[in-house]
C-alpha cells in the first residue's frame, strides 16, 4: 500500500488494485477508514472525531492531487506525494 502523506501520526494511502468509488486509505493507530475523493465521506472503517477532522481537512486542500493519484494507481504508475497538513 503505497504512502502519499503522513501528519500528526496519520498514514495516508492508496492500492494500486482498488475498486471504485476513487477513495483513499487511512491509518491512524489502530484505526483504519476509507474515504471517498468526491464526497470526503467515510465510506468503510472508522476514525475518531480529531483524525477524522484532520483528514478531512487535508483532503479538502488536496483533492485535485489525490485524484490525480487514483487515476496514476488505475494505470499502476508511481504515485505522487502530497504535502502533509501543517
Same mark, same amino acid.
Given at each position: ?54 483528514? +478531512?481537512?487535508?483532503?479538502? +486542500? ?9 487515476? +496514476? ?5 508511481? +504515485? ?7
Amino acid at each position: 500500500m503505497p504512502e502519499i502523506s503522513r501528519f500528526f501520526g496519520i498514514i495516508i494511502a492508496m492500492f494500486y488494485s482498488d475498486h471504485a468509488p476513487p477513495h483513499f486509505h487511512v491509518i491512524y493507530g489502530d484505526q483504519w477508514a476509507a474515504v471517498a475523493i468526491e464526497s470526503l465521506e467515510i465510506i468503510e472503517g472508522w476514525l475518531s472525531r480529531r483524525a477524522a477532522g484532520l483528514v +478531512l481537512d487535508w483532503a479538502e +486542500l488536496h483533492r485535485e492531487e489525490l485524484m490525480e493519484n487514483w487515476r +496514476l494507481a488505475e494505470a499502476r504508475e508511481r +504515485l505522487k506525494p502530497i504535502r502533509p497538513l501543517e
